[in-house]
């Protein structure tokens, strides 16, 4: 699905980039994207019940208010979604503060801010909207805070400040493709995404061979479970439901690092 911009800098529509991302995004109802930019990850995902999408930029949101209406003439799904002119950092401060976001253990926040200068070659990307290291610094201490309480994901490229602020949080680094060549990037996850039901599981797999090695089994497994007779499918069901009831839900208890 195309977006409202034919490219975007730090996008992360690249192919194997947002497969990485998506597969390691937990099962949640509400999502909030912050530094939406591009919005690849919301446009690659599954859709929640709920999406709220924030950029700095008046000029970034007004395009993708006129693409959300236009997908909504389609697709009402997305008449759950809005976009706002709004600061990723201000907002979470609102959240903590005084709980803007209902259910907020059920709430997914994915951040993709600007990559701190001190990890990039230095060209300015985003006019009067670049952070600076107070604004970075901002950031990670709340989501640091033990006031946290919704599951968030960060991506970045590898750099002192995320590496300092960040230790002992999941994380996991992986190559991708950029305009500028290959670039590794870091993600950080205040939640085990081993130990966590994902949200969208149509790219589950590290590689393309992995990804179409699952397809396969998947589709076999389930055209072998509809084969089954009623009863039988029913108790096989009961039973899986028995044996593993946080794949049956989205309220999976929220990992915390130690």
């Known amino acids: ?53 924030l950029d700095a930029s008046p000029r970034v949101v007004a395009k993708w208010d006129e693409w959300l209406k236009e997908q909504a003439n389609e697709t009402p799904a997305f008449e759950s979604c809005e976009v706002q002119v709004f600061d990723i950092v201000v907002f979470l401060m ?11 253990y059920e709430v997914f926040v994915y951040i993709d801010p ?37 599951r968030w994901m960060l991506s ?29 990037e870091q993600i950080y996850m205040n939640y085990d995404p081993e130990r966590t039901p994902l949200h969208d599981y149509r790219y589950f797999g590290e590689n393309f061979h992995r990804r179409d090695k699952f397809k396969v089994k998947r589709r076999r497994n389930l055209a072998r479970f509809e084969k089954l007779p009623f009863h039988q499918r029913f108790a096989l069901l009961q039973e899986l439901q028995q044996r593993f009831p946080t794949c049956f839900t989205q309220k999976a208890k929220q990992d915390r690092p130690s």
């Open 94 to 104: 609102g959240i903590l503060k005084y709980q803007w976001l209902p259910n907020i």
């Open 1 to 53: 699905m195309k977006g409202p911009f034919e490219s975007y800098p730090g996008s992360k529509n690249g192919d194997g980039t947002f497969h990485t991302i998506i597969n390691r995004i937990p099962a949640h109802r509400y999502y909030l994207e912050g530094c939406l930019g591009g919005g690849a990850i919301f446009r690659k995902k599954r859709l929640a019940e709920k999406s709220i999408l």
């Open 114 to 150: 600007p990559y701190p200068m001190i990890s990039r070659s230095g060209k300015v990307l985003y006019d009067e909207f670049e952070w600076d290291e107070k604004k970075h610094k901002k950031l990670l201490s709340i989501l640091t805070s033990e006031e946290v309480k919704f």
């Open 156 to 184: 970045t490229y590898p750099n002192p400040w995320y590496g300092q602020a960040l230790k002992g949080y999941h994380s996991h680094t992986f190559e991708a493709m950029t305009r500028g060549g290959k670039r590794i």
